[in-house]
């Protein structure tokens, strides 16, 4: 049997998934910029900044992006490279949806079976 | 005849221990208003010595802060294989969650624990908010939570 192809979409399989965990920061201490200058240039671009904290390395912002979205973004602390950003609501702090109840049953996020653990099946899962 | 009849009957038994009974379980658990970001929950089994046994729910989506959860973090080892497919959104100051699932019918009665850890960006982390037996006479009777967690019941159908 010819076992390459599986070999090789395994290996990339792997090297995808690494890439992917690693959102992390790296930057050698020494030669970080101070948060402040991170304010002064977004301030610049537009921003509201509310604060900016380091996470895993990086500068963490939460803000108003020159769009009026509430943004979290991640910068990494020397180069100001921007690393990570994402909409504030995109996650789940929303405040719109007061009141309403939502479903994030699973169907979309584990068609995969758990396999492995103690629940069989599939939770439903509502917040109230 | 008697080979097909063997083969039957083995073929049952073999597929028997798939039929497990189980049982549904609703897990709520009420948050206080806390007036933070959305709470970072772990729902789990524990057996009577606290030692963890599985995971049945976890509320979040960045796995990077789930060792915030640290009790679970810690039994669960934060393997993925453990977690798979039993993630969704962080809670909100406020809100409920409702959990339901099916669960081997082995696990109730039989010493085991449901415990949940809650964390918060920028606030403190609760390991063991909740801790409470799973039993048949537990199940419709509120406890309360220790850090986040206003109150919490499971009910077994």
Redesign the interface.
């Known amino acids: 049997m010819n076992i390459k192809p599986i070999v090789i979409s395994f290996s990339l399989l792997l090297v995808g998934a690494g890439a992917l965990a690693d959102?992390d920061c790296d930057d050698p201490v020494a030669q970080w910029q101070p948060r402040e200058h991170l304010r002064q240039k977004l301030e610049a671009e537009g921003w509201t900044v509310f604060r900016i904290?380091v996470d895993?390395g990086c500068y963490e912002v939460k803000g108003i992006d020159p769009d009026g979205y509430r943004m979290e973004a991640e910068y990494s602390p020397a180069t100001f490279e921007l690393m990570e950003m994402e909409r504030d609501d995109d996650?789940?702090?929303d405040?719109h949806h007061h009141g309403k109840s939502r479903n994030?049953d699973?169907s979309s996020?584990?068609e995969?079976?758990?396999h492995?653990?103690?629940?069989?099946?599939?939770?439903?899962?509502?917040?109230? | 005849m008697k080979k097909i009849l063997f083969a039957l009957g083995l073929a049952t038994v073999m597929a028997l221990p798939a039929y497990a009974q189980?049982r549904q379980v609703t897990f709520t658990t009420q948050l206080k208003d806390y007036g933070g970001?959305?709470a970072y929950l772990a729902l789990y089994?524990t057996d009577a010595d606290g030692k963890y046994?599985?995971?049945?729910?976890v509320s979040?989506?960045?796995s990077?802060y789930y060792k915030h959860l640290r009790d679970w973090a810690r039994g669960s080892g934060l393997n993925q294989?453990?977690?798979?497919?039993?993630?969704?959104?962080?809670?909100?100051s406020g809100?409920?969650?409702?959990?339901?699932?099916?669960?081997?019918d082995a696990?109730i009665d039989s010493g085991h624990q449901v415990r949940v850890d809650t964390a918060v960006e920028?606030m403190r982390d609760n390991r063991a908010d909740v801790v409470v037996p799973l039993t048949t006479e537990g199940s419709g009777k509120p406890v309360t939570g220790r850090g986040y967690v206003q109150s919490f019941v499971y009910d077994l159908k």
């Open positions: 959102d904290k895993d996650d789940d702090d405040d994030y699973s996020q584990a995969r079976p758990t492995k653990g103690i629940v069989k099946g599939r939770p439903s899962v509502t917040v109230e | 189980t970001d959305g089994l046994q599985g995971t049945l729910w979040g989506k960045k990077k294989a453990e977690y798979d497919g039993l993630t969704g959104a962080s809670v909100t809100r409920a969650l409702k959990v339901t699932l099916e669960l081997e696990l920028d």
